[in-house]
């Protein structure tokens, strides 16, 4: 497979066709791999891809790095989850179409450390739906690793109130607000971050339990009915904070009330920018 | 739960319909709890849920947000933004183990001066079942330990004045 | 007439409309089911008249009525009706709770002819017309009707004098023993249909 | 092409002729019927107008018997019968709670959907309009017809979902194929009291004379049915018409198979044509 | 560093009864930055007003906080106050002490320190109030009506006698609109033309107002005061300024069977016609669908015999574009297809054979027979063969008032025109008689019911109360099968006519227009005013206007008098040279906006648009949002929506609110 990846990402570089190219390398450590961004077609060489490729290339696609907005599109390596990320940013106009060459990579699940990804457990698409290019012969479809992809979602559900707070007290509280959560997700391109604003400033930003605490809330809220579920919070995060569970459960929210799911349609308007006269309003007096 | 506590509450309400309302409460002459601090905004919609983060971390023990029944909002649409909001943040605060009943919502139309009260009351009525908000009050402490619970805000020290000026 | 009316005013009405799911305060007696009915001038209450008297709380009257069982279940009227509501069903619903009341058909003939259809498709698991035409007739306590139809349909083949029964009538057995007056309804009934 | 086949109590004695003419049509056509096994009474009115579950599982029983059977396409010549299984299949689509009990009650599950066909779609859709004019030999031409369809073909049209309840026109449309003429009248769907054929007589004479005038006035020479109630009562019936009202309507009552069997030239005995009780002589002269 | 006065009103009794007010201004000195403090028993009183502008100047007060009661009561007052004495109307807020205090509790304590608490909150927002400007929007003194009926006709004349200039545009090759068609109008009898039609000609002839028939709203940009409308021209192939409508095209066309839209398809008309004879203008339309010329190149006779050859085959479809104040939506209504629809949704009025009996017809189609410039002269002959109708009978509600096949609203004048109806017939056939079938009479109005009842009593209508399940033909009649619930009786009727009160219905071809405009509409496409009660002529679009039967079923009467008041609510507007708004307004940070769009997409008066920022070079750099001020009506939905907080709310600025916040508890 690797073979194919280094042809069409030489082909694409050597032809011109594309201004750089997103893709794996294989890391310094074994068994890690590391991001290659290609400019020339002799560095497409270097490109794998491999069961360790479990991050989310998608990052490299906002402003902040740079790749975008030139005369020719960056092609850039994406398994089907990854894509959603894609479509998200296209949606949410911070990236044009013919900004980016989609080279969708079948997957059959990729390894966080040398256990398989929670991500991939759950996930049920294995080849790329959205794609202008594709490598890989296509895998069979299979039903997800675990029955349950909210299993963890409900255990916390099942707590009674107290609980549940004890629990994420003591996981905010090992936040040193380093926001690699933040750095790693594709999807928190703002310019300038709300807990950045000073004038005023909404967040708290010393790593005290009411900073920490606001910060996690209002992370998890501005990603509800945004977040495609890619783990990178969780992966970036040294403090081992569950942070994709607060996201997963905006998401199955947000898909039992509106029937919404991130990442699946370019056009489609985001479900807390719209509404429908039906919307349930059990909770209102 | 201790019956004799009285909860500290923050409303907001949008100006047509509930502020207004509220208005008639009083051109009427009820009577109800003293205990909720209304801020007015033109709209529901200008609602955001960070405003309900902020008033517990000043020690709000619940908050309510009203504004104008569905099909009845001035701006047509600001309320039923603010209804999705609201619905989906509730489950936030739910998961993350705040109690969601400390953040109420209803409609209040410029008309339900009687409503508004019931409103206020029932309210003020159920979080002060809830009991004070320890569990925020224990962070606020813990993150600003110069913070007294209650200085009187008048009669500043100066101390506290460059404290806050800062 | 006078109607004694109280608080109970929609208990017959909410028993009907549970039983046969349909709304029947839908009907604003707008009368063209009644204007469309095959039978209507051999009715004394128009179906108008009869889904007025289940909105005011008539069950005796209406359980009384010929008309349910004169409703030759054309669905003329569920057809043509502007509110959507499945007149005919209604008619069979009132004519399905008499039976299970008691109330004894005010229309002998009707009532012994159903009896006589279903007893020769409960024996035989088929209609076997010739037996069924004389139960219904010694039922009907009418025995020489329609005799002169019967010769000629002989002569053409057209009555079968020995029943053809089916094989498995365990199953009829069944399906009779077991089939109960109304079918289940979940309890938010009435769902329109446009 | 081979189809399951339910034939209902009448086609086999009161609708012989109706039986007799479509197997006949059949064989000229060589499609091939193959009866639903073991198949029992639809309950016709008396059931579900007694308890609704009757007549629900009576009509299921039938579907039941067919799926086990194998057979997808069933045709169901008589009206009575097709609407009682269409309504079966209607009411078992809206209500989960009621496939249970079916289930319960006949202690069966049909494994696959059976399509129920009457013999109007039946020739429309499924043998196909082209092929059956590809077969005619002789056009029934000059043949004024009234196509009476009844209630039950088209009513409830959310159940049947056949053809316009108000004016359908599959029928013409077939009359028009065979080379006759179909008028235009406007008690196409009225009821003719089928359902009290027996027991009130008084009722369906009356609905009787209006259909006859109405047809007569509209200028045709005899009525085309595809359903055993109303061919019994419109045929069996019409010298008490006219005894009652004093009229004199001479309107041969005829199944639309028997028309069809005509136009493909089979001989009108093996249509039944002989067993009617108003004549078909005039119709039988010209072929 | 703010300098802050706070001023407690006692409002009488009203507040220091139940509030301490000189301990809550003594208490509110002590705030932070706040530099004066009093208590007065009428703040809103001449002495109290100048004890705030006396204070502002002595002190040099950067903000002021009034202690009173609603702001929604005298907040305009004391902005108005300290105003004159040279302070930013927008630097004065008002805590709420009475609605909100005072009269809704008892424990004076309470009371008290809710008070001061509401002072401090108001407090801490006036030291983040920043002076505003109120928005000034310039005004176009020029108005568009949509739609050439009685309403758009009547809104048009008053607007133009206002002697503001009016653009009125018509699809249809002539105004008049159904009215037009009309024979004679209830409850007075009065024929329609001859009051319709002096208003048309006058509606072509005013000096301010422009006329554009069959012509179409093609694209409307802008907002209140300044709209710019694009007008589509559709070709008529005639040389408008030409033509002298002498009409010899008409008369010498070859193509003659072509049902006339206007006769509603009772008469015919040529491929070039002039819809009717009083059309406005007078100018004629070539028809290309039928036209020879257009279908083979033959003919062109009219060509040929035009005098002074107006006639433009080439033609095509103009533009024009106009700066447009305010816009009257005035596009009317249309009839309800009463026959079978061709998508098979086994829907329509198939029992009642409209369509196949020709002598079933609609109501229009009645007014058409027996209106003296009709298919007839006016004369009531039956379409099948021409005969005088011994026995009419009149069907209401067909489509009104049926969820089945219909429409589940009632359409409003059918009982009103069917007994008009009863009453033509009754006087042009003596020895008729009309039969009703209805299921309500509505005729709520001035003299409707007295013109019911004269149809009953004078002219013998027989009225009965029930629904018609079928209409079929026997022997050349056509036979009614009815029901009379009064009487619980089934009634047949052998009829020589019927004529079906169709259901009133929104305009086909509405939604497009409506959401040009960003006008709503409901299920049933009637365009939604702003309020049913209380703003009844406005949309929530401001600066579009409603008139007529495009906002619900209408009568003419109802039609003029809303017309009329939507003149009037323009003109009220083009009485000022500027509009002035309260600067409540989102802005856009530019500098941290991401352009996600979110904002655009939540807007609920698209006020939100796309700008690109460039860079020196002129390349783009960014796309953020842009507030368009003159749309925006400041509710702050694109606010909370905003992740990055780059918009913010003028009057409502997240300072404001926060500080208040802060302030809430301490």
Redesign the interface.
């Known amino acids: 497979m690797s073979n194919d990846i280094r042809q069409i990402a030489h082909a694409l570089l050597s032809e011109g066709k594309v201004s750089s190219v997103i893709g794996y390398a294989e890391g310094s450590l074994k068994g890690r791999v590391q991001t290659l961004i290609a400019h020339t077609a002799r560095e497409a060489e270097k490109f794998i891809f491999n069961e360790n490729c479990v991050n989310n290339l998608a990052v490299y696609l906002t402003k902040s790095y740079g790749l975008i907005n030139k005369d020719k599109p960056a092609a850039v390596f994406l398994k089907p989850c990854d894509i959603k990320s894609v479509t998200a940013l296209i949606q949410e106009h911070q990236l044009r179409r013919e900004d980016v060459f989609i080279i969708g990579l079948s997957c059959q699940g990729v390894k966080n450390g040398n256990v398989m990804a929670g991500k991939c457990m759950g996930c049920s698409i294995h080849n790329p739906q959205y794609y202008d290019a594709i490598v890989g012969e296509t895998v069979e479809e299979k039903e997800p690793g675990i029955s349950d992809p909210f299993a963890k979602v409900k255990e916390i559900e099942n707590m009674t109130t107290q609980e549940r707070w004890d629990f994420w007290m003591e996981q905010f509280d090992k936040c040193i607000r380093c926001y690699a959560c933040r750095q790693a997700c594709p999807l928190c391109y703002c310019e300038e971050c709300i807990v950045d604003k000073t004038q005023p400033r909404w967040i708290e930003s010393s790593s005290h339990p009411i900073g920490n605490l606001s910060w996690h809330l209002i992370r998890a809220f501005h990603l509800a009915g945004r977040c495609t579920g890619c783990g990178e919070c969780d992966r970036a995060c040294h403090q081992n904070i569950p942070l994709s569970l607060l996201n997963m459960k905006m998401g199955k929210e947000i898909f039992e009330l509106y029937g919404y799911r991130p990442g699946m349609d370019t056009e489609a308007k985001p479900p807390l920018t719209e509404f429908k006269m039906e919307d349930s309003e059990e909770f209102i007096r | 739960m201790n019956e004799n506590f009285e909860p500290k509450i923050a409303a907001f309400v949008c100006t047509w319909c509930t502020y207004t309302g509220a208005d008639l409460a009083g051109t009427s002459r009820l009577k109800y709890e003293p205990n909720v601090r209304v801020l007015r905004l033109p709209c529901t919609g200008r609602i955001d849920f960070s405003l309900v983060i902020k008033a517990f971390e000043n020690g709000a023990d619940g908050v309510l947000i009203s504004g104008c029944h569905p099909n009845d909002c001035h701006y047509n649409a600001g309320n039923f933004h603010a209804r999705r909001r609201f619905a989906i943040f509730r489950k936030l605060l739910e998961f993350t183990g705040i109690d969601p009943n400390r953040v109420q919502f209803s409609w209040v139309s410029a008309a339900e001066g009687a409503k508004w009260r019931d409103v206020v009351n029932a309210v003020t009525d159920e979080i002060r079942k809830l009991g004070p908000f320890n569990e925020y009050q224990k962070l606020i402490h813990d993150s600003f330990p110069f913070r007294h619970e209650d200085s009187g805000a008048e009669e500043i020290s100066e101390k506290e004045q460059v404290e806050n000026v800062k | 007439m006078q109607l004694k009316l109280d608080n109970n005013v929609s208990q017959f009405a909410e028993e009907i409309e549970s039983l046969s799911g349909l709304k029947v305060y839908d009907c604003?007696?707008?009368?063209?089911?009644?204007?469309?009915?095959?039978?209507?001038?051999?009715t004394e209450?128009?179906p108008?008249?009869l889904i007025r008297l289940i909105q005011l709380n008539q069950k005796e009257a209406v359980l009384n009525s010929r008309t349910p069982y004169?409703c030759?279940?054309?669905?003329?009227c569920?057809?043509?009706?502007?509110?959507?509501i499945?007149v005919?069903k209604i008619m069979?619903?009132v004519?399905?709770l008499a039976?299970r009341e008691h109330v004894k058909s005010p229309?002998k003939?009707?009532a012994?002819?159903?009896g006589a259809?279903?007893d020769s498709?409960k024996s035989n698991?088929?209609?076997f017309?010739f037996g069924m035409?004389i139960s219904?007739n010694l039922r009907?306590l009418t025995p020489l009707?329609?005799a002169m139809?019967g010769p000629?349909?002989l002569q053409?083949?057209?009555?079968?004098l020995w029943p053809?029964s089916?094989?498995?009538k365990e199953?009829?057995k069944?399906?009779?023993e077991?089939?109960?007056?109304?079918?289940?309804?979940?309890e938010s009934t009435g769902k329109?249909?446009? | 092409m081979a189809y399951g086949y339910y034939p209902g109590?009448?086609l086999?004695?009161?609708?012989?002729e109706y039986g007799m003419s479509l197997m006949a049509v059949c064989r000229k056509l060589s499609i091939e019927l193959n009866e639903v096994e073991?198949?029992?009474?639809c309950?016709?009115?008396?059931?579900?107008?007694?308890?609704?579950?009757?007549g629900?599982?009576?009509a299921y029983?039938n579907l039941l018997n067919a799926s086990r059977q194998g057979l997808e396409e069933v045709l169901a010549p008589c009206a009575a019968c097709y609407n009682r299984l269409k309504t079966a299949k209607y009411?078992l689509n809206h209500?989960e709670?009621?496939q249970?009990?079916m289930d319960?009650?006949?202690?069966g599950k049909v494994e696959h959907e059976v399509k129920v066909f009457n013999i109007l779609e039946f020739f429309r859709d499924i043998y196909g309009q082209d092929n059956l004019k590809a077969a005619i030999l002789k056009p029934l031409a000059g043949l004024n017809v009234a196509c009476y369809y009844g209630?039950l073909l088209v009513?409830?049209?959310?159940v049947v979902n056949f053809d316009d309840?108000e004016d359908p026109q599959s029928m013409d449309e077939l009359i028009r194929l065979l080379g006759g003429t179909s008028v235009n009248w406007s008690c196409k769907?009225?009821?003719c009291?089928?359902?009290?054929a027996?027991?009130?007589?008084?009722?369906v004479l009356?609905?009787g004379k209006r259909i006859f005038s109405s047809a007569q006035s509209a200028g045709a020479k005899m009525i085309a049915v595809a359903c055993p109630l109303c061919q019994a009562n419109l045929d069996?019936r019409q010298h008490q018409i006219n005894e009652k009202y004093k009229t004199d309507f001479k309107m041969p009552v005829v199944y639309i198979t028997q028309l069809m069997g005509l136009a493909l030239g089979i001989s009108p005995v093996e249509l039944g044509l002989n067993?009617h009780?108003v004549s078909t002589g005039e119709l039988v002269k010209q072929f | 560093m703010a300098r802050i006065g706070v001023f407690v009103c006692h409002c009488g009794e009203n507040i220091g009864r139940t509030v301490d007010c000189p301990e809550v201004s003594r208490r509110a000195a002590l705030l932070r930055d706040v530099f004066y403090s009093v208590d007065y028993k009428y703040m809103c009183s001449d002495p109290g007003q100048n004890m705030i502008k006396d204070a502002i100047r002595e002190h040099g007060l950067t903000g002021v906080v009034v202690a009173s009661c609603s702001p929604l009561m005298h907040e305009k007052t004391f902005r108005r106050a300290v105003t004159e004495a040279g302070m930013n109307p927008f630097l004065c807020e008002i805590a709420n002490i009475r609605e909100h205090c005072s009269w809704v509790h008892e424990d004076r304590k309470a009371a008290t320190d809710k008070a001061l608490d509401l002072i401090r909150i108001m407090v801490e927002k006036v030291k983040h109030n920043v002076a505003l400007e109120s928005i000034r929007i310039p005004v176009t003194k020029k108005a568009l009506v949509i739609g050439g009926g009685i309403a758009g006709i009547q809104a048009a004349l008053d607007i133009a006698d206002g002697g503001k200039e009016v653009i009125l545009v018509e699809k249809s090759p002539s105004i008049g609109g159904h009215m037009a068609q009309l024979s004679e109008t209830f409850p007075t009898l009065d024929c329609s033309q001859c009051i319709l039609t002096p208003k048309m000609v006058s509606a072509n002839t005013h000096k301010n107002i422009k006329l554009y028939t069959y012509s179409e709203v093609e694209k409307v940009s802008g907002y209140i005061g300044n709209f710019q409308v694009t007008i589509r021209k559709k070709a008529r192939y005639i040389d408008e300024s030409v033509c002298t409508g002498c009409g010899i095209c008409q008369e010498k066309c070859p193509v003659k069977k072509i049902p006339s839209e206007f006769n509603e398809g009772l008469g015919m008309r040529k491929a070039i016609y002039v819809p009717f004879p009083q059309a406005v203008p007078n100018k004629p339309v070539i028809d290309r669908e039928h036209c020879t010329k257009f279908i083979n190149g033959k003919c062109g006779a009219c060509e040929k015999l035009c005098g002074p050859k107006a006639i433009r085959f080439d033609q095509t479809d103009s533009f024009i574009t106009e700066d447009i104040g305010a816009i009257v939506v005035a596009t009317g209504y249309d009839l309800y297809t009463i026959d079978k629809k061709t998508d098979n949704t086994l829907k329509g009025y198939g029992?009642y054979g409209y369509g196949k009996y020709p002598d079933v017809v609609s109501g229009l189609q009645f007014e058409r027979l027996v209106s003296a410039s009709g298919p007839t002269y006016g004369e009531l002959k039956r379409p099948s063969d021409g005969k005088t109708p011994e026995t009419i009978v009149f069907i209401q509600?067909v489509g009104s008032?049926?969820?089945?096949?219909?429409v589940s609203y009632c359409s409003k004048i059918c009982c009103m025109y069917t007994a008009k109806h009863t009453m033509l017939y009754k006087h042009k056939v003596h020895n008729g008689k009309a039969f009703v079938f209805y299921?309500d009479i509505r005729a709520g109005g001035k003299n409707y019911d007295e013109f019911v009842r004269r149809a009953i009593e004078e002219d013998g209508a027989v009225y009965l109360?029930?629904?018609?399940?079928?209409i079929s033909q026997e022997d050349g009649k056509l036979v009614v099968?009815?029901?009379?619930?009064l009487s619980?009786?089934?009634?047949e009727i052998k009829a020589d006519m019927v004529v079906l009160a169709t259901a009133i219905a929104a305009q086909p071809d509405i939604v497009p227009l409506a959401q040009k405009l960003g006008v709503g509409y409901d299920q049933y496409h009637f365009l939604s005013e702003a309020h049913p009660k209380l703003r009844p002529v406005e949309t929530n679009s401001a600066g579009i206007f409603l008139a007529g039967a495009c906002q619900a079923p209408k009568d003419i009467p109802e039609a003029v008098a809303q017309a009329s008041a939507a003149a009037s609510k323009v003109l009220g507007l083009f009485s000022s040279l500027e509009l002035e708004r309260e600067p409540y307004v989102a802005k856009v940070n530019e500098n941290t906006c991401s352009g996600c769009e979110f904002c655009l997409m939540a807007c609920p008066y698209n006020a939100i648009e796309r700008r690109e920022i460039k860079n020196r070079r002129g390349e783009v750099i960014k796309t953020v949002s842009y507030v368009n001020e003159g749309k925006c009506q400041g509710c702050g939905t694109c606010v909370s929506i905003c992740r990055s907080k780059s918009i913010d709310l003028m009057g409502f600025t997240d300072e404001q609110v926060y500080s208040q916040i802060n302030a809430m508890f301490v």
């Open positions: 604003y007696q707008c009368g063209k089911c009644s204007a469309g009915c095959p039978v209507g001038q051999f209450e128009s108008t008249r004169l030759a279940t054309c669905s003329t569920s057809e043509r009706c502007p509110m959507n499945d005919a069979e619903t004519r399905i039976s229309v003939e009707v012994a002819f159903s259809f279903l498709v698991g088929r209609l017309e035409t219904f009907n009707k329609d139809l000629v349909m053409k083949g057209k009555l079968a053809r089916i094989k498995n199953r009829i069944r399906i009779f077991k089939s109960s007056y109304f079918e289940p309804r979940a329109k249909e446009h | 109590c009448s086999h004695s009161t609708a012989k073991d198949w029992n009474c309950g016709a009115t008396p059931a579900h107008t007694t308890k609704e579950e009757l629900i599982a009576l029983s009411a209500s709670l009621l249970k009990r319960e009650i006949t202690g209630c009513r409830p049209s959310k309840p769907t009225e009821c009291g089928g359902s009290h027996i027991p009130e007589t008084d009722i009356e609905l069996m067993s009780f | 029992e509600c008032r049926d969820a089945a096949k219909g299921m109360r029930g629904r018609v399940s079928k099968m009815g029901a009379d619930t619980g009786a089934q009634v």
